[in-house]
């Protein structure tokens, strides 16, 4: 059997060492703010994301560059000399255009490489709901899965990571664009956070609003009580930006409801893409749970 890459973007949120011991590639997109244009690094190479985080609760903007489709071309391209297949697990379309800009580098890449596969798919999540989907897609590579078997069972499976997240001001979603007009009034009222899922689309959705932080604290982790399923390849992960204490906090709520005792619950810093669209003091958590069926109306 073929040998394949397992790709992902700076949307995945996976770090160096997860990244190494799994076999997982990214492909970085960028980041720009004032005249500075860098690399959006995983590895935070660039700007260090406690710096990166002070600088958004000071005002600065920071601004996104996807992937362009000669910039597939020429990453998907390096694989195939090496004589390897690819599976691109892309951050969903519904908040990154890079999915779709992957497909014309796909389509033009086996015309000149017929006897190459690529797979291009939609993870309908970002964060650490897509770095959940990569670690399955590892997973199932060292199991002995095809190329083929692995793009069949994330695209039968992918509706069934679950995201829970709560953000410390909707502003940076809004003026992203990341979530809808009618979900932002919730930013609006004193003390109240909102509970923020993915929804069938891969779209942010503000479904419910708790007044506090520690309340919505307790209701993330109750909502993943409630939502959570078994999985062969369940990963309980939680998510911060730049606020540690918060995180460790939510994982000793999370642990209490967890079903399973032996099953570690991570904790993982957002990265700069996504973190420069949440914004600081955002915390969230990722993990196998009931099928997601939501669908945003606005």
Known sequence: MKDYVIVG???????????????????????IYGETDIPASLDWEHIPSKDFYNMMREGVRFHT???????????????????KDIIYIACSSALSNSYNKSLPARDELLKKYPESKIYCIDSRNACLGQGLILLTASDLRFEGKSIDEVAQYIEAHKQEVNQLATVENLNYLKRAGRVSTTSAVFGGLLQVKPIIISDVDGQNVAVEKVKGRKNSLIRLADLFKENYRENPHQRVIIVHADCQDGAEE?????????????????????????????????????FYGKEVTYKNAN
Not at 11 to 17: A, G, I, M, Q, S
């Open 250 to 286: 939510l994982r000793e709520l999370v642990e209490e409801r967890l079903p399973d005792k032996s099953l570690p619950v991570y904790v993982v810093g957002i990265g700069p893409i996504i973190g420069s669209t949440v914004g600081p003091g955002t915390l969230g958590i990722y």
């Open 65 to 83: 560059a996807l992937i362009t489709t000669d910039e597939f071309i020429e990453a998907f391209e390096k694989y195939i000399k090496e004589d």
């Open 9 to 31: 973007d700076s949307c995945c949120d996976l770090e160096r060492v997860v990244r190494e011991k799994y076999g997982i590639d990214y492909i970085p997109m960028r980041i």
